[in-house]
């Protein structure tokens, strides 16, 4: 199966039609349990925070177009994934890649492209509910 591991949120928190302010499901909050799941491992940006909102609308637009394709999309958080596994250790080991020589950018894209594999295989934790929607992060101290 094809998969694709996408640094984006992918849902709405639950009850939330949209992230606007001045709409009346915003009393449904900011956060997904997803979200409050990851503060475990760090700091999350609200949903409702602009930056957040532009990058949620896009990644549920691309979400439900590869998925029209017969693509599976799974969210993930690089960074966060990252601290969970070493991936970008294992970019130097493996790849020869060190961070210096990449974008953050670029990075994140490395990293949820191994967050994909380890999904495939299995070895993986997921947070948050399935109805509302989940993020992947590779299983502690799993090797690529």
């Not at 894209?109 to 947070?127: K, P, Q, T």
Request: a negative charge; one cysteine or more.
């Amino acid at each position: 199966a094809d998969v694709v591991a996408v640094d984006a949120p992918l849902s709405l928190p639950a009850g939330r039609c949209c992230l606007e302010h001045d709409c009346s499901c915003s009393r449904y909050g900011h956060f997904r349990r997803a979200d409050l799941e990851l503060r475990r491992y760090g700091s999350v940006l609200p949903l409702t925070w602009r930056g957040m909102r532009e990058l949620t609308m896009r990644g549920m637009k691309m979400a439900e177009t590869l998925g029209s394709m017969g693509v599976k999309v799974i969210e993930t958080h690089p960074r966060t994934a990252d601290s969970v596994a070493g991936l970008s250790g294992w970019m130097k080991r493996k790849l020869g890649i060190e961070d210096l020589e990449m974008s953050v950018h670029q990075r994140d894209a490395l990293i949820a492209g191994a967050v994909a594999i380890l999904y495939c295989r299995g070895d993986f934790i997921e947070l948050g509910d399935p109805v509302e929607g989940t993020i992947v992060l590779p299983s502690p101290g799993v090797e690529l």
